[in-house]
T-cell receptor
Framework: GENVEQHPSTLSVQEGDSAVIKCTYSDSASNYFPWYKQELGKGPQLIID?????GEKKDQRIAVTLNKTAKHFSLHITETQPEDSAVYFC?????????????FGSGTRLSIRP | DAGVTQSPTHLIKTRGQQVTLRCSPK?????VSWYQQALGQGPQFIFQYYEEEERQRGNFPDRFSGHQFPNYSSELNVNALLLGDSALYLC??????????FGPGTRLTVL
């Protein structure tokens, strides 16, 4: 079955610097890659997603890149702010219809130092 | 528009008991998925319901069962609780190719 590996498990960056989280997936049929942010005591919240027909997507300070050949995808957060501190999860899915399921990575705890 | 809601927020049970968790999907969503999130780990897919039928299932024993009602709400049932079942249980809903949205979760503690 699909497996998603995520690195690093913890990341501490200075406020204003950039943060990068990397993931790899095992099933080459995966074609939908969402990223979630989870704050303490809350459910995961979708922050950005990318589909396999696109190599890069950007939304303000957040960008995601996808390398289908290498089965790698990454999250980039620029100009980090204290409110970016949270646990981030990458995920992969085969299809994005009602029949698809989403497999998550193990998470990255991001801390922003003031 | 209310998002995904779950009840109860917290629950404490003892080993061997049974538990039922409830989920109401976001308005307009017809597909509900359940996940188990152990402390410090990513959510693990349990199963997914669409049109009142289980469509996909993760690697969970038959002690985990579910149901979807005609109004698309869903229940997760766990029988013969084990200490290892202690976790945050997340419900997520979606509609066809729409984004999947998560609820706040139910924290289950098994003593």
């Amino acid at each position: 079955g699909e497996n998603v590996e995520q690195h690093p498990s913890t990341l501490s960056v200075q406020e204003g610097d950039s943060a990068v989280i990397k993931c790899t997936y095992s099933d080459s049929a995966s074609n939908y890659f969402p990223w979630y942010k989870q704050e303490l005591g809350k459910g995961p919240q979708l922050i950005i997603d990318i589909r396999s027909n696109v190599g890069e997507k950007k939304d303000q300070r957040i960008a995601v890149t996808l390398n289908k050949t290498a089965k790698h995808f990454s999250l980039h957060i620029t100009e980090t702010q204290p409110e970016d501190s949270a646990v981030y999860f990458c995920a992969a899915s085969i299809g994005y219809s009602s029949a698809s399921k989403i497999i998550f990575g193990s998470g990255t705890r991001l801390s922003i130092r003031p | 528009d209310a998002g995904v809601t779950q009840s109860p927020t917290h629950l404490i049970k003892t080993r061997g008991q049974q538990v039922t968790l409830r989920c109401s999907p976001k308005s307009g969503h017809d597909t509900v998925s359940w996940y188990q999130q152990a402390l410090g780990q990513g959510p693990q897919f349990i199963f997914q319901y669409y049109e009142e039928e289980e469509r996909q299932r993760g690697n969970f024993p038959d002690r985990f069962s579910g149901h979807q009602f005609p109004n698309y709400s869903s229940e997760l049932n766990v029988n013969a609780l084990l200490l290892g079942d202690s976790a945050l249980y997340l419900c997520a809903s979606r509609a066809a190719a729409d984004t999947q949205y998560f609820g706040p979760g139910t924290r289950l503690t098994v003593l």
